[in-house]
């Protein structure tokens, strides 16, 4: 069935350190992919989003990859802050005529340590 | 401009009592989808709206049904509530002519007792 998976469960990074937070899904045919960051108590916030004919997108600080040969997705934060700390999740696009819905994985923690 | 609104922002009804949810989306947004996300798991799609139709729907029973108003507001609706359905309920906007990515609500908290 269709899924979307995280490697990593919580991950755990010092104050002003790069973090990469990984994502495996199963649908080869997504057709785009969405990073959102969700704090307690509060919806999911955009972050950035890539269109599955692209491999890299990049952002204020973040950056995402996509390996489609082994359907993997990253997003990467430079320099992380205390407030990047909060659920971060993958959503897996899939445009179906010319209506889209996302499939959400169980996302990763991300913790900052000062 | 004004994000994704919901409300009422929790709420809390008993086993068998139906609820209903409202959502206003961002401005400029046409479309609204709503998502049920469970204590510790990802949102899971509930069903899409576009011009006051239901256009896509996830794996939930009939118990959740949906409107769309002219002015591209929403509502979700849950009959016969479960103890299961107790969730955190996410209304998302977008443009269906312009980028796919979604904008999420605050969400509803729906407590079943």
């Known amino acids: 069935g269709e899924s979307v998976g995280l490697h990593l469960p919580t991950l755990s990074v010092q104050e002003g350190d790069n973090s990469i937070i990984n994502c495996a899904y199963s649908n080869s045919a997504s057709d785009y992919f969405i990073w959102y960051k969700q704090e307690s108590g509060k919806g999911p916030q955009f972050i950035i989003d890539i269109r599955s004919n692209m491999d890299k997108r990049q952002g204020q600080r973040v950056t995402v990859l996509l390996n489609k040969t082994v359907k993997h997705l990253s997003l990467q934060i430079a320099a992380t802050q205390p407030g990047d700390s909060a659920v971060y999740f993958c959503?897996?696009?899939?445009?179906?005529?010319?209506?889209?819905?996302?499939?959400f994985g169980a996302g990763t923690r991300l913790a900052v340590h000062p | 401009d004004a994000g994704v609104t919901q409300s009422p922002t929790h709420l809390i009804k008993t086993r068998g009592q139906q609820v209903t949810l409202r959502c206003s989306p961002k401005?400029?947004?046409?479309?609204v989808s709503w998502y049920q996300q469970a204590l510790g798991q990802g949102p899971q799609f509930i069903f899409q709206y576009y011009e006051e139709e239901e256009r896509q729907r996830g794996n939930f029973p009939d118990r959740f049904s949906g409107h769309q108003f002219p002015n591209y507001s929403s509502e979700l609706n849950v009959n016969a509530l479960l103890l299961g359905d107790s969730a955190l309920y996410l209304c998302?906007?977008?443009?269906?002519?312009?980028?796919?990515?979604?904008?999420f609500g605050p969400g509803t908290r729906l407590t079943v007792l």
């Open positions: 401005s400029g947004h046409d479309t």
């Open positions: 959503a897996e696009g899939i445009l179906s005529g010319g209506y889209n819905k996302l499939i």
């Open positions: 998302a906007s977008s443009l269906l002519a312009g980028r796919p990515a979604q904008y």
